[in-house]
Nanobody, 123 residues
């Protein structure tokens, strides 16, 4: 069974950076993709970013380009989300997601979910 375990969330002040990690176990996604979604209180879960395991191509939500960067470490089967210049509106539970094919964009695309990690940005 696939497990995705997120870490790195917390309470931070606006303007700082934070890096989330997602470690995958149970299988490797050598031909698939992994990514991040987030869900703020009272809002729907939204796409943040994804990376293809083979080749490393990335795709971001338009509103987050330039501030967030997704990367991977194949040897550790881990994906990272570097978040810079955090804003209070970035407050959300951040979920790691994985798919068995190299495309991940919507909630319906996801084959596996992590349990989520809370990020709270204070003003």
């Amino acid at each position: 069974q696939v497990q995705l375990v997120e870490s790195g969330g917390g309470l931070v002040q606006a303007g700082v950076s934070l890096r989330l990690s997602c470690a995958a176990s149970g299988r490797t996604f050598s031909s698939g993709s992994m990514g991040w979604f987030r869900q703020a209180p009272g809002k729907e879960r939204e796409f943040v970013a994804r990376i293809n395991w083979s080749g490393g191509s990335t795709f971001y939500a338009d509103s987050l380009k330039g501030r967030f960067t997704i990367s991977r470490d194949n040897a550790k089967n881990t994906v990272y989300l570097q978040m810079n210049s955090l804003k209070p509106e970035d407050t959300a539970v951040y979920y790691c997601a994985a798919r068995n094919v190299p495309w991940l964009r919507t909630f319906a695309d996801v084959d596996y979910w992590g349990q989520g990690t809370q990020v709270t940005v204070s003003s």
